[in-house]
């Protein structure tokens, strides 16, 4: 099951939430940019605020007040929002037999359904350990993204700019480390730098953020093609 | 008052989103072809993620420390570095980087 045969379940689930925290921390601290960003944006404290807490979900919080900030309507800010976020409706696709919550615990839980805890908790073994990941980082994150987009929005110029703290590089590190499992098998790599290059060049055409989305149409492409190659 | 809207508007859709994806029924799961574009999805968006994260500037592609970082990243990936050490390194790597003066 385990690439670590010899590891007993209570290391497991304390490796678990080792690495859970971890991403938290790095995801998290990043919301002082957030705030920063949102209140250069025009937004109120209270308004980055309530983005952070209702919305929580980083790329669609960063392209809503993109979108105000460069002048966009609010129908066009909430729409670009709302396509950055179908990306959780895919997760939420793969999570949903994993996790297997049902009733007022999936109501609660789609609330975290983000890149991190989604990444934290597919490539696990086992149902205990997918849940285990999900909730570690979801709420790891939610708490401490809340909180540091207050500190952001309200103290960024005295906090200064993550960058100087390389947490902007943090980001990229934490995501290759997360994809590094899929990146064992060549079909793997491949995929991702297609992603990768089609995401970059999709940059100068499509609004800011939709580069992602794009990527995963590669995704989509590939999956069409090898479930037609398969079927009899 | 108009931020309000895309606030909220844009909180309730993105919710909604989310909740719809928990809410599918397994059997639209079992499909082969969802199955097969499901498992490729996270790749693709964790390596289109990456790209936009540390590749894309205001014009266009750029190499900065954030790249650095990333390099670094692998490197440490590659030696079999725990997740900690990875992005712990990416960040201070960037962060030295910059301090003095060697990139942006």
């Known amino acids: ?232 | 008052m108009s931020a309000w809207w895309a606030v909220l508007g844009g909180a309730a859709a993105c919710y909604l989103l989310k909740l719809a994806g928990l809410s599918v029924p397994a059997s639209v799961l079992d499909r082969p072809l969802v199955r097969a574009v499901a498992d490729r999805l996270p790749i693709a968006l964790l390596a289109g993620l990456i790209a936009v994260q540390v590749l894309a500037g205001d014009r266009g592609v750029v190499l900065d420390a954030r790249a650095a970082g990333l390099l670094a990243a692998l490197v440490l990936l590659l030696l079999r570095a725990p997740f900690l050490v990875v992005v712990v390194g990416s960040a201070l790597t960037a962060a030295v980087l910059r301090h003095v003066g060697l990139m942006s």
């Open chain 1, 1 to 232: 099951m385990s690439d670590r045969p010899l590891e007993s379940h209570a290391e497991a689930q304390r490796r678990v939430v080792r690495d859970s925290l971890g991403v938290g921390i790095a995801t998290g601290l990043y919301g002082a940019s957030f705030g920063a960003v949102s209140v250069a944006s025009g937004l109120d404290v209270v308004q980055t605020c309530a983005l952070s807490l209702l919305m929580f979900t980083g790329a669609s919080q960063f392209a809503l007040v993109g979108v105000l900030g460069s002048g966009g309507s609010a129908v066009t800010g909430a729409l670009t929002a709302a396509l950055l976020g179908t990306r959780n409706t895919l997760y939420g696709l793969r999570l949903a037999p994993l996790l297997g919550w049902r009733g007022a615990r999936r109501f609660g839980a789609a609330h975290l359904v983000i890149d991190e805890s989604t990444a934290m908790s597919i490539t696990r073994p086992s149902r205990a350990l997918a849940r285990t990941g999900f909730l570690t980082t979801g709420w790891s994150v939610f708490v401490l993204w809340n909180l540091f987009t207050l500190l952001g929005a309200i103290g960024g110029a005295v906090l200064g700019d993550p960058r100087t703290y390389g947490l902007d590089a943090a980001v990229g590190g934490a995501f290759l480390a997360l994809l590094w499992p899929r990146l064992q098998d060549r079909d793997g790599r491949r995929l991702a730098l297609t992603a990768a290059a089609v995401a970059l060049l999709a940059g100068p055409l499509v609004p800011s953020g939709l580069p992602v989305l794009v990527a995963g149409g590669v995704a989509l492409v590939v999956g069409v093609l090898h479930a037609r190659r398969e079927a009899p």
